[in-house]
């Protein structure tokens, strides 16, 4: 399955949508010429997604939590990301090195599920690793830079 960036009503927010399979980041015709990528990978439903063939790693985080979602304690305040990782702590190690492994966080984030057109999320920008207290979920504490 594909998926394509395509904005959503609200500006700086994006939906995902499945694509024709094709070559990663080629303009896409049917929409406004902006980039997509193909992927199968399930992680991309865990709210941690590492893209194959980048160096970034996508979070997207919904605070209020839909009713059928576990119930993680994840908030914005000011600048800082309160975040509790996958209960199975697989991404873990990965987002407290990221900066040694060259990984850049990018965070897309909202309030929760219906806060945009198409169950969308709006992209905040890149975040960095501040502390963290490990267990299942771990919690994390990231910064938005800039």
Aim: aromatic letters at 14%; glycine letters at 6%.
């Amino acid at each position: 399955m594909s998926f394509r960036a395509a904005p959503a009503k609200n500006p700086g927010s994006f939906r995902w949508r499945p694509a024709a399979p094709s070559p990663p980041l080629q303009a896409d015709p049917c929409t406004t010429g902006l980039p997509f990528f193909p992927t199968s990978d399930a992680t991309l439903n865990t709210g941690v997604f590492k893209p194959k063939s980048y160096s970034s790693v996508w979070l997207f985080v919904t605070r209020k939590k839909a009713p059928n979602q576990p119930r993680y304690v994840d908030y914005l305040s000011g600048k800082t990301l309160h975040w509790q990782g996958q209960t199975s702590g697989k991404s873990d190690q990965m987002i407290i090195d990221h900066k040694t492994r060259d990984l850049e966080l990018l965070l897309f984030y909202r309030e929760e599920p219906k806060q945009y057109s198409d169950s969308g999320f709006r992209y905040l920008g890149p975040v960095e690793y501040v502390s963290h207290s490990p267990g299942h979920p771990s919690s994390f504490k990231l910064r938005l830079k800039g």
